[in-house]
């Protein structure tokens, strides 16, 4: 199937041999085609007829390469010793894994569907064909390590593919640094480290560059490691790449500690953080407890958004107030923070706060906007600000003396290894990633998607940033735990009320 049979805002069913080498055998009828923005999307439409659901595509070689470019084998886990012996092994064509699994009345026409991940039939590669790299690129996350070694140790033990290098430094080392070799010996033991053996860095993404790189080297599969910056990168890399006609498979694989990344359930790592930061809680709740109107405050990752301390608290249970970026707070007056806080010394004697990084940033003055080398805003250190302000506020009420301990594990929770629930979640990412490289997919990232492991488009991650939703239950679970008051007067009570009467109305409108 070529590239030109794809055509803008018109969906064609297509039945060509190439198509059927490339989805197998199936009694769907799959139509194809690219909105706009380049968008690969498919409309399946079920034996009877009745069922019909839009998938957001993922690239394919056959959607831009021509036909002749293109041989697919059968894939080489059909005489793997472990593998070949699985029912099932393989996953069918036709299986898609829902965004939406709650059904409503409108259940089968309204949501979004992504590709299943895993194994398939064919593979677009020979193994002695591969020449694969691996980088990561932003800020660290317990697992980068997992995540190469088991690219590294998949794409051997499965594929047979021997030909993989490591690109140092982030984006950057692809066009200023050597590579250096990664097989199954030099990368044993390295999940068992925090950090990320390649380095990484922030800025530097030239997409021009960067494909050079990939080019000249010969490097046909490229592996991604990073959050949503990174994934803007690989976005933008994939399409150099297809503009140039190259058989590269690109894949994204989404790192971030703050667990803002759309769509996938959870990032990996962030249950290693979270389990990281109840020693910082328990630090502080002890020191609290133990000390005459005792507070502690901890101070956690979280640039946009507060989930790491909101799971934190959860998790916790001894923290008596959660401060996130989505849920503005004040401190003087009534229903502000020091009234709290006095309520909390009154009752119990001592309270423990969490802060996520980006919380209260309206409160504080500030005379620069800085930013990161990828143009991220860097934040003021809220949890030393807000500790200041507590201490000054009791030292005006004269007979009241605190005891104020503030403990900043920020890059503590992100520099320790994974745990183990994130190690075995980090080896089905790298293998699914692998086995979508495989089979001739690109421009794509994979994670868990209720559960199961999808491919989802670059765009998808892309378009925005998860937050907490301060109006749904798990937050107010939260303020029920904790007991801290909402911040909200009734006029933002009213209007919250009001968006959810309109969201409402949104939704049941798209379907
Ligand atoms: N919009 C973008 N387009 C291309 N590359 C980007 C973009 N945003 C960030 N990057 C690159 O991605 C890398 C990591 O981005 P950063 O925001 O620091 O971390 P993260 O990917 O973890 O969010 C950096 O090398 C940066 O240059
Ligand atoms: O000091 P660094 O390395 O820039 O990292 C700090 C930032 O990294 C984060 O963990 C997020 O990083 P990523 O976007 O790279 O995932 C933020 O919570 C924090 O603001
Ligand atoms: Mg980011």
Known sequence: MEYSSFSSFSPSSSS???????????????????????????????????????????????????SHHLKAHSNPLHNHPAYSTVDQY???VDDVVAQNIVAGKNAQKCGRYFRLAGPRQKVFFEPQEVHACIVTCGGLCPGLNTVIREIVCGLHHMYRVHNVVGIQGGYKGFYSKNTISLTPKSVNGIHKRGGTILGTSRGGHNTSKIVDS?????????????????????AAIYEEIRKRGLKVSVVGIPKTIDNDIPVIDKSFGFDTAIEEAQRAIDAAHVEAESNENGIGVVRLMGRN?????????????DVDCCLIPESHFYLEGEGGLFEYIEHCLKEQGHMVMVIAEGAGQELISKDKNQMDASGNKLHEDVGSWLSQQITDHFKGKGNILINLKYIDPTYMIRAVPSNASDNIYCTLLAHNAIHG??????????????GEHAYVPFHRITERQNKVVTTDRTWARLLSSTNQPTFLNPKQVDMINKDKKNFTRQSEAIC
């Open 305 to 317: 958004s507060g989930f790491i301390a909101m799971h934190a608290t959860l998790a916790s249970g």
């Open 90 to 92: 393989y996953v069918d």
């Open 16 to 66: 060509s041999d190439d198509d059927s080498i490339f989805r197998g055998i199936t009694h769907c009828l799959w139509c194809h085609w690219f909105d706009d923005d380049f968008k690969a999307k498919t409309m399946v439409t079920g034996d009877d007829h009745h069922f019909q659901f839009l998938l957001d595509d993922i690239p394919h070689f056959t959607h831009y390469l021509p």
């Open 214 to 234: 990939i080019q000249h080297r010969g490097i046909n599969q490229v592996y991604i490691i990073g959050g949503d910056g990174t994934q803007k990168g690989v």
């Open 437 to 450: 490289a495989m089979a001739g997919y690109t421009g794509f990232t994979v994670g868990p998607v209720n």
